[in-house]
């Protein structure tokens, strides 16, 4: 071959594997909204032949043993399948309304999400909730799991903002449902008296579980992000940018009790980033101030005359070394120097 036809052929077998990958993933879509399809009849089926038949507590056992003599290489035919399929259908079939809404849904998600959602949700209103977030975030079961485990359907769109006074709709409801009360910060392990530096950097650290507890759509620019304003520098804790909003959020941290004044210090982080980052293109820059408690009417007062749109949230840690243990615990560079020795 030519070098041309060596590069001709090149970008052809690229954009024939390309197709093919596609192919390959609308097949398996259409594979697992058939099988669920077919669930929610056999689920169906199922309750209305055990309150019309008198077949006995034997039922499934039967139907499951018959259906795998026939169909043995079907793994989905178990008693325990039937039994969660029975289950599934029942949950979601309570209300009518619901459940015809709930259908179109539930054939986009892999049938283990399925009943990991209804094994752990509390009601359809939470379990719709995870099936509607796993379809936008294309979440692995174990990404569900977590987050159903971490409580986001209580948490989500629960800050304290004044989003409703301060952007037009539906920017508003948009940005008052990317915020979260409180944020869980259980993938960091901190001393119980840390301060907002160890928290950032912990942060930092771990950006990648950081940005998964913000949230899709958030876009890392920077730490410490720097803003020279009438010849004086100041520093925001942590910028991002919303990719569905098209507009910056400041994310300030502090490890103490929410006071009135940082409601005014985000204030002018946001006027400050207006004027000197934004484009015409961008909608109004957003803050989200997230401390380690706060007071709803002391947060209400300090919103209440603010017009930059800011939320204010707590964050919750799971695990913290009592600060004498994490002054008794070897430092990284100690252990090097052990290593070395030995």
Not at 45 to 60: C, H, M, P, R, V
Not at 97 to 117: D, R, T
Not at 251 to 268: H, I, R, Y
Not at 305 to 330: C, Y
Request: glycine share 4%; aromatic share 10%.
């Amino acid at each position: 071959m030519s070098n041309i036809e060596t590069t001709e052929y090149k970008e052809f077998i690229q954009q024939i594997k390309q197709k093919a990958r596609e192919a390959q993933i609308k097949a398996s879509v259409r594979v697992n909204s058939t099988l669920i399809e077919f669930y929610w009849e056999l689920g169906r089926d199922i309750i209305q032949k055990e309150k019309t038949a008198n077949w006995g507590s034997g039922f499934l056992k039967n139907l499951s043993r018959d259906l795998m003599r026939e169909f043995p290489d079907i793994k989905g035919f178990s008693k325990r399948n039937l039994e969660l399929i029975r289950k599934w259908y029942r949950f979601y079939s309570e209300n009518i309304e619901i459940a015809k809404q709930a259908v179109s849904q539930l054939v986009l998600i892999p049938w283990g999400h399925n009943i990991a959602i209804i094994q752990k949700s509390k009601d359809l209103r939470e379990a719709l909730f995870y099936v509607q977030k796993t379809i936008e975030n294309g979440w692995s079961r174990a990404v569900l799991v977590h987050q159903i485990e971490s409580q986001l359907f209580e948490r989500s769109g629960k800050a304290i903002t004044n989003f409703t006074h301060t952007l037009p709709k539906p920017q508003s409801d948009l940005a008052n449902e990317l915020t979260k009360d409180p944020y869980q910060f259980d993938f960091l392990t901190l001393r119980e008296k840390h301060d907002e530096r160890e928290l950032e950097d912990a942060l930092m650290t771990h950006i990648t579980k950081f940005l998964m507890e913000l949230g899709q759509g958030f876009a890392f620019v920077g730490r410490q992000h720097k803003l020279s304003v009438g010849e004086k520098d100041f520093y925001i804790d942590l910028l991002f940018y919303h990719l569905k909003l098209y507009c910056y959020v400041v994310v300030e941290l502090k490890v103490v009790d929410f006071e009135p004044e940082f409601a005014g210090k985000l204030n002018f982080y946001i006027s400050a980033v207006d004027g000197e980052i934004k484009s015409e293109r961008d909608n109004p820059t957003i803050g989200i101030l997230i401390c380690k408690s706060k007071n709803r009417t002391i947060v209400e007062y300090s919103l209440k005359d603010i017009n930059k749109p800011i939320g204010v949230s707590e964050f919750r840690l799971s695990d913290m070394i009592p600060t004498e243990l994490k002054s008794a615990l070897p430092s990284i560079e100690e252990i090097e120097e052990e290593l070395q020795i030995l």
